[in-house]
């Protein structure tokens, strides 16, 4: 199984930065994609960003061209650059693993969650 730590939530002004990061520990050999989600209160949790081992990578329309995902494979951790925060930003973010051993068995893991708040 995969372990997940996540840091870097915080409180911001508008149109501050943030970065995220999530290092992922335990059978770290067998995880494919690596991406971040985010959950604002009374809405659905969402897909903000994913990037594969590969390095291709997909963002979502409200965070495109201020948000970048990238990633370390040799330290097994994901990174969300966040700029140009906006209010509408706020939300928990939750890193997720793809997890995709050989054998044909998938899963996701989630971190804990780690709360980004963007003041107006």
């Known amino acids: 199984q995969v372990q997940l730590m996540e840091s870097g939530g915080g409180l911001v002004q508008a149109g501050g930065s943030l970065r995220l990061s999530c290092a992922a520990s335990?059978?770290?050999?067998?995880?494919?994609?690596m991406g971040w989600y985010r959950q604002a209160p009374g809405n659905q949790r969402e897909l903000v960003a994913v990037?594969?081992?590969?390095?291709?990578?997909n963002y979502a329309d409200a965070v495109k061209g201020r948000f970048t995902i990238s990633r370390d494979n040799a330290k097994n951790t994901v990174y969300l650059q966040m700029n140009s925060l906006k209010p509408e930003d706020t939300a928990v973010y939750y890193c997720?693993?793809?997890?995709?051993?050989?054998?044909?068995?998938?899963?996701?893991?989630w971190g804990q969650g780690t709360q980004v708040t963007v003041s107006s």
């Open positions: 335990g059978s770290t050999f067998s995880i494919n994609a």
């Open positions: 997720n693993v793809h997890w995709k051993p050989s054998t044909g068995l998938s899963r996701h893991y």
């Open positions: 990037i594969t081992r590969g390095g291709t990578i």
